[in-house]
């Protein structure tokens, strides 16, 4: 037996996990009418194949019909979701891991207006502020009411085949109680702490009641709010050993800090250009003072930081959460003593960002994680070797590189430059998103095992590609600045991708117009303004950023609000003209009615880029397909088989921003779709 501290058993009561790694609750938002069917099946299976001690499902099922989930969570209220657990459970245990449920009553984290239009609960009329609703002031049978949906749900779960189930408090309406920061009731269940934990234990009561002793439970709480006013670190200390000494409860899964606010929420949970594992030493403490079973989970990427968590006794599971979903498989690779080929999480948040703004949960970099019905996790050799030319070594053409390699092709890829990256090695500039140079640093590396061949500093032309014989050419050339979007004056402007790079000089006095909404605008008002400049960005949409979204926004928020940074929204940037040595920026709406000026200095647009496809087009008429992919065989998982010219050499296929701009995990995704079935 290996002596990795990661890889030893732990005795969790009457369960035995096979090793330390867990992926802890949380909500990808692939139920389907709140059920957990094929496709949520499919991920946590691939997470059990892949060597996990216990996946945790459901960041936070609803018990009750007044706590509509507002991001796709499953429905456990229903007794029709018993089934469903049930091929649930089976499947993953047939893999060898184990696995839990998390239940939760929402409160005040959630709208009104989801759902059956219930009225929001909570111990106050407080709102919060992430979700908006003015919540009404629970009286005894509603608490009566949730209490018994708690027992109802667990007993459900239990029925289902599950090893156990956590409860969400954090942030949720049993934390709710337990703050008094949110818990305005009088006694019984408001006041002291004992009557603001009152709620939690007669939930756990009536859980026990219904499942007996022999069933796991848990609870993953906060035990220090950070906020004035709230549960604090003694109080926490406090909370913990009441619920070890309750005997309700096998374990606790200890979390730090509030979840009402975006920057709460990242300070829970944090992102790139955040610190690793910031909360760990915190549940460490936690442990020791209570000696009782301990998870954690907080930005722990990586498995060095993993293996000091067990080792080094903060915790007894420790939590990979978002590592497992860029890659699903980091425990096999690690009894295969294969830890360099574990594709790194990179902390860019894309899957959470996306929940919280209504979607399904993607990983940045790796397309397949959401996607195991359609999409594979291990590539397939094919049936025949084939040549395939790749031009441009940016994410979408390494993707293309890396499952052509595995494949068994033949590859050769040409880039310009005399690096690989492209606007991921831009990005990565800003020390905010330094990680994001993982993303082509794992490719290269897989890249070189496979055999793949590069050609940097060399542009390639037609003759080029041709001259290589290949069997089918990807064209993954990226796009440049579109800065042309002017009435007059574009000569006047220069690109964001200019200010982040360093090729242009930051003004004094400086305008970002960005109706782009991405990374870029925001990393070049950091750059510009750390310089000393005075920054206004302004947009034609009516909040700025969208595309950046919620908890990526927050460092660039706490940057640019103390460096005084001014955000404009609903205007539009019309034109620019020369006035001496300054600009004049004249200012419209699309709301009609309105014009304004601005003298600046320096004028930056961001309005995303033009595909760089000359060498495609100039391809074209040399390929069998004459570029053409049908969409019904990308959608159906089938081999490209067009053939509208007889004639050709070869498939011609464009990928990523050559084809339009979009962001890095579609640019990804279009490789990986593609060439899977080449």
């Not at 890889?7 to 990808?28: D, G, S």
């Not at 993607?362 to 070797?385: F, S």
């Amino acid at each position: 037996m290996s002596n990795d501290p990661l890889l030893q058993p732990y005795q969790l009561k009457h369960l035995t996990l096979r090793n330390r790694i867990i992926v802890t609750a949380h909500e990808p938002a692939y139920p389907e009418d709140g059920m957990p069917k094929e496709r949520y099946r499919a991920y946590h299976v691939e997470r059990a194949r892949g060597g996990v001690a216990m996946t945790m499902t459901a960041g936070s099922a609803a018990v009750s019909k007044d706590s509509p989930p507002v991001f796709n969570n499953l429905l456990v209220y229903k007794d029709e979701v018993v089934p469903w657990i049930r091929d649930l459970t089976d499947a993953v245990h047939e893999q060898g891991a184990a696995i839990m449920i998390q239940l939760t009553h929402l409160g005040r984290r959630t709208r009104w207006d989801k759902g059956d239009w219930l009225p929001v609960v909570a111990p106050s009329h407080h709102r919060e502020a992430a979700h908006r609703a003015f919540p009404k002031k629970l009286e005894d049978w509603d608490i009566e009411r949730i209490i018994k949906d708690f027992a109802d749900a667990a007993e459900r779960m239990k029925a289902g085949g599950m090893d156990g189930i956590e409860l969400e408090a954090y942030g949720h309406l049993i934390d709710q109680f337990i703050s008094p920061l949110t818990n305005e009731l009088d006694s019984p269940y408001g006041g002291s702490l004992d009557n603001r934990m009152r709620f939690c234990l007669d939930v756990l009561k009536a859980i026990r009641a219904r499942v007996g002793s022999d069933f796991l439970v848990g609870i993953r709480y906060t035990a220090d709010e950070c906020l004035p006013g709230g549960t604090v670190k003694e109080d926490g200390f406090e909370i913990s050993k009441r619920l070890k000494e309750s005997g309700l409860v096998d374990f606790l899964n200890v979390i730090r800090g509030h979840i009402d606010t975006d920057a709460g929420l990242t300070d829970v949970i944090p992102i790139q250009g955040m610190a690793n594992s910031p909360h760990l030493d915190f549940a460490g403490e936690i442990r020791a003072a209570t000696n009782f079973p301990t998870f954690h989970a907080a930005k722990i990427p990586d498995v060095a930081t993993a293996r000091h968590a067990i080792s080094a006794g903060k915790v007894d599971m420790v939590g990979m959460t978002r590592a497992h979903m860029t890659d699903p498989h980091i425990v096999r690779k690690i009894i295969e003593r294969r830890e360099e080929d574990i594709r790194p999480c990179v902390g860019a948040n894309y899957c959470l960002d996306r929940i919280y703004q209504g979607g399904a949960a993607y990983c940045i970099h790796n397309a397949a994680t959401g996607r195991e019905l359609t999409m594979p996790h291990t590539i397939a050799k094919a049936d025949r070797r084939r040549k395939v030319v790749i031009v441009g070594a940016g994410p979408a053409g390494l993707e293309a590189a890396r499952v052509a390699g595995e494949r068994g092709h033949e590859v050769v890829v040409f880039e310009a430059a005399s690096d690989p990256g492209g606007q991921v090695r831009l990005t990565a500039q800003s020390p905010r998103r330094r990680e994001m140079i993982s993303i082509i640093d794992w490719r290269m590396s897989q890249c070189e095992k496979l055999g793949v061949t590069f050609n940097f500093n060399t542009w390639a032309e037609a003759e080029t590609v041709q001259a290589e014989n290949p069997d089918v050419v990807i064209i993954a050339t990226g796009g440049l600045p579109h800065t042309d979007v002017l009435s007059r004056g574009n000569e006047l402007v220069v690109s964001a991708w200019d200010i982040i790079s360093g090729d242009v000089k930051p003004g004094t006095n400086v305008l970002i117009f960005d109706d782009a909404g991405d990374h870029a605008g925001l990393q070049a008002a950091e750059f510009l303004a750390n310089a000393g400049a005075k920054v206004e960005i302004m947009t034609p949409d009516r909040s700025f950023a969208p595309e950046v979204m919620a908890m990526n926004l927050v460092p660039y928020m706490r940057s640019l609000q103390k460096l005084d940074a001014t955000f404009t929204v609903t205007f539009r940037l019309d034109a620019v003209e020369r006035h001496g040595n300054q600009l004049i920026a004249h200012v419209g709406s699309d709301y009609g009615g309105v014009a304004k000026q601005r003298i600046v200095d320096q004028v930056v647009i961001n309005h995303g880029t033009i595909p760089l496809d000359e060498l495609y087009f100039e391809l074209k008429a040399a390929s069998t397909n004459l570029g053409e992919i049908s969409h019904d065989q990308l959608i159906a998982d089938e081999p490209q088989s067009i053939v509208r010219n007889p004639d050709g050499r070869f498939q011609l296929f464009r990928i990523g921003d050559a084809v339009a701009a979009r962001n890095t995990h579609a640019a990804i995704y279009d490789a990986l779709r593609l060439l899977k079935d080449i």
